[in-house]
């Protein structure tokens, strides 16, 4: 049998890699993968959940049939790993920090895709972003002017908020997949 595809999505900030960092040991026990991602992003800002290449990398790679899926999005360019698709296809559960942006066409390519929208109060995630100093002040309003485009358009999906404390977050996640 197939393994499931989790997806989780969820505004810049909202604290996908958070979750999925202090969710990594509780789902490596439940047996769910966690899709390493490859992005055209300085390898310093990447870290141990992502590859960092150059974009003329990103496109021999994506022309080479590397990615399951990839997307483009903050002036950058993301791909999930082909190697998901073993993973599945040997009846292993993959999480994957997707986008909200790509949700559709991840879902033709997957139609069983079990979709998780992680959500935080908008002053919150303002906020977060800020102290996270990753990007330019511009660059983090243009993340939060993205969102506008999403608001009431997703659906079929659970959702989880993450405004409070990051180890709650985790246990009702850990508690969507186990359901
Ligand atoms: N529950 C939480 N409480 C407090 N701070 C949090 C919480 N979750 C995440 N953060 C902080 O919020 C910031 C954004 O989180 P993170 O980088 O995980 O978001 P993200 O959704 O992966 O963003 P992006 O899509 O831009 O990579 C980080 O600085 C992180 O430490
Ligand atoms: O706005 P949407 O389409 O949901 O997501 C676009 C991309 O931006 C974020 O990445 P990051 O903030 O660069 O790590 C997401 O993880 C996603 O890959």
């Known amino acids: 049998m197939e393994g499931r595809l989790i997806y989780l999505i969820g505004p810049s900030g909202s604290g996908k890699d958070s979750v999925l960092d202090a969710a990594r040991e509780a789902l490596a026990k439940r047996g769910v993968r966690i899709a390493r991602r490859v992005i055209t992003r300085s390898a310093e800002a990447v870290g141990e959940s992502a590859e960092a290449v150059t974009h003329d990398e990103f ?9 399951a899926m ?27 920090n997707g986008s909200r942006g790509y949700l559709e066409r991840a879902r033709q390519r997957y139609p069983d895709l079990l979709v998780v929208l992680l959500s935080v109060r908008p002053e919150v995630l303002r906020q977060r972003l800020l102290k996270r100093n990753r990007e330019t002040p511009e660059q983090i309003e243009a993340r939060l002017a993205r969102n506008a485009r999403f608001e009431d358009s997703l659906d079929e999906l659970f959702l989880l908020d993450n405004s409070g404390d990051l180890q709650e977050t985790v246990d009702k996640l850990l508690r969507i997949i186990d359901r």
Do not use: C, K, T
């Open 59 to 67: 496109d021999r790679l994506e022309r080479a049939g590397a990615f």
């Open 70 to 96: 990839s997307w483009r999005a903050n002036e950058l360019a993301y791909g999930i790993p082909i190697q998901i698709d073993q993973w599945l296809a040997a009846g292993e559960d993959v999480l994957v």
